[in-house]
């Protein structure tokens, strides 16, 4: 059981370039999230998808494209890389469950330069 | 408008004492869930505890204990008799009721503990 796979773990981009990245989850959760997180910042939310087919913006969504095809994949795209974009991102899935009992799982996340 | 603050930016300890981190919300949701997370600085997010907002008993986990007011909109964390490999930064963080995959994180609070 893997949980939340993050790829890559490190990236360097140089500005305007556009790259995605990865998220997968076998737990068959049905929510999907990105975050990113800045120094003093805390983790702030850019996309997150509530099923197959269906996503929504969050606090922080420009510059980032989102799709979710599949219930195990939620890739992260960066269409034109800006040095504002550097940053650690993480990808969270979580379920609900009864009673209230929802639960989030945490990818490893991606250190991302861009200079 | 929803709302975590950690005001506590930073906080040094000597070992074995105890240390309260605080977290502050808004929100006008009647139902919504509370969580405690630790990024040790290998970067990972480790879950801590989750709480139901209907559900206001306080709870004890060995050393860390927590102390939800929702008439003060907190939820309080205590490690007692702190150590060194406490040393991270945690993060308390909402979800508003019915959006699923959204978290609202606090600033966070890094937390040093000296031998």
């Known amino acids: 059981n893997a949980g939340v796979t993050q790829t890559p773990k490190f990236q360097v981009l140089k500005t305007g370039q556009s790259m995605t990245l990865q998220c997968a989850q076998d737990m068959n959760h049905e929510y999907m999230s990105w975050y990113r997180q800045d120094p003093g910042m805390g983790l702030r939310l850019i996309h997150y998808s509530v099923g197959a087919g269906i996503t929504d913006q969050g606090e922080v969504p420009n510059g980032y494209n989102v799709s979710r095809s599949t219930t195990e994949d939620f890739p992260l795209r960066l269409l034109s890389a800006a040095p504002s974009q550097t940053s650690v991102y993480f990808c969270?899935?979580?379920?609900?469950?009864?009673?209230?009992?929802?639960?989030?799982?945490f990818g490893s996340g991606t250190r991302l330069t861009v200079v | 408008a929803q709302k975590v603050t950690q005001a506590q930016t930073e906080i040094s300890v000597v070992e074995k004492e105890d240390v309260t981190l605080d977290c502050v919300y808004e929100t006008r949701d009647t139902t919504y869930y509370l969580f405690w997370y630790k990024q040790p600085p290998s970067g990972e997010l480790v879950f801590l505890i989750r709480?139901?907002?209907?559900?206001?008993q306080n709870e004890i986990s060995g050393r860390y204990s927590w102390n939800f007011q929702k008439s003060t909109s907190s939820f309080n964390f205590t490690i007692t008799a702190s150590q060194v490999v406490d040393s991270a930064v945690y993060f308390c963080a909402l979800r508003p009721y019915n959006q699923g995959g959204k978290l609202i994180f606090g600033q966070g609070t890094e937390l040093s503990v000296k031998p």
């Open positions: 709480r139901n907002s209907f559900d206001e």
């Open positions: 969270a899935s979580s379920y609900s469950g009864q009673g209230g009992n929802y639960g989030y799982t």
